[in-house]
Every structure is written in structure tokens, then in C-alpha cells.
Nanobody
Framework: QVQLVESGGGLVQAGGSLRLSCLASGRTFSSYTMGWFRQAPGKEREFVAAINWNGLSTYYADSVKGRFTISRDNAKNTVYLQMNSLKPEDTAVYSC???????????????????WGQGTQVTVSS
């Protein structure tokens, strides 16, 4: 089992940047594929980005491609989401999630992830 704690959210103006972090407990962090999801008020949770166990494969939602970068540091049990060129429509609660890695698979559906953090609020003002 793994526990996840996000940090780094906040209020930023449109065009600005934020870096989210997700710290995982346990010794087997490198066994997990990690994902970021977001949920805006009144909307369904949506996939943002995911990264495989060794960081060599990533996958992004079209809405963030070219603006957001997911990365991980297995020595620090941490996954990051660098968010640049933020837009008001990026406003949401961002949550990280984990699932045991499977070769060649990077899930993009929330139901495929077993463990979730509490989330961190990101607000982008216009």
C-alpha cells in the first residue's frame, strides 16, 4: 500500500507557472505508475498526465500537452507536475494517483488507479 500527499498548489495569474509535488510513502515507489488528475467544480475528474515506473515514458491529455511536464525522482519517492502557461480553465483540485506498474501500460482512466492523494487546489486568475 502507498500513501500520497500533494503540495505546491496555489493562486497564480494566467500565463504563470506552478510545480506540484506528490510524496509517496513506502519503499516500493519505483514499482508504481503515477498519474495526475484534476477536478474542477461541477465537472468530472479528468486525466492530466502519467508517467511509468522509471520515468522514461509519459502520457498527457491533449489539453495540457506542451504546457505541463510530469517527472519523477524515485530516490525521493516524489512525482512532479510542472505547469507552465497556465490558463483559467486549468483551475481545479489536482490529485496524484498510483497503480502497480504493468509493462507497456500507462493508464489514463481514474478507475485504473488504486491509490489517491487528497488533492491540492490550483486557481488561475484571468
Amino acid at each position: 500500500q502507498v500513501q500520497l500527499v500533494e503540495s505546491g498548489g496555489g493562486l497564480v495569474q494566467a500565463g504563470g507557472s506552478l510545480r506540484l509535488s506528490c510524496l509517496a510513502s513506502g519503499r516500493t515507489f519505483s514499482s508504481y505508475t503515477m498519474g495526475w488528475f484534476r477536478q474542477a467544480p461541477g465537472k468530472e475528474r479528468e486525466f492530466v498526465a502519467a508517467i511509468n515506473w522509471n520515468g522514461l515514458s509519459t502520457y498527457y491529455a491533449d489539453s495540457v500537452k506542451g504546457r505541463f511536464t510530469i517527472s519523477r525522482d524515485n530516490a525521493k519517492n516524489t512525482v512532479y507536475l510542472q505547469m507552465n502557461s497556465l490558463k483559467p480553465e486549468d483551475t481545479a483540485v489536482y490529485s496524484c494517483a498510483a497503480v502497480i506498474a504493468r509493462a507497456g501500460i500507462i493508464p489514463a482512466r481514474s478507475v485504473e488507479y488504486a491509490y489517491w492523494g487528497q488533492g491540492t487546489q490550483v486557481t488561475v486568475s484571468s
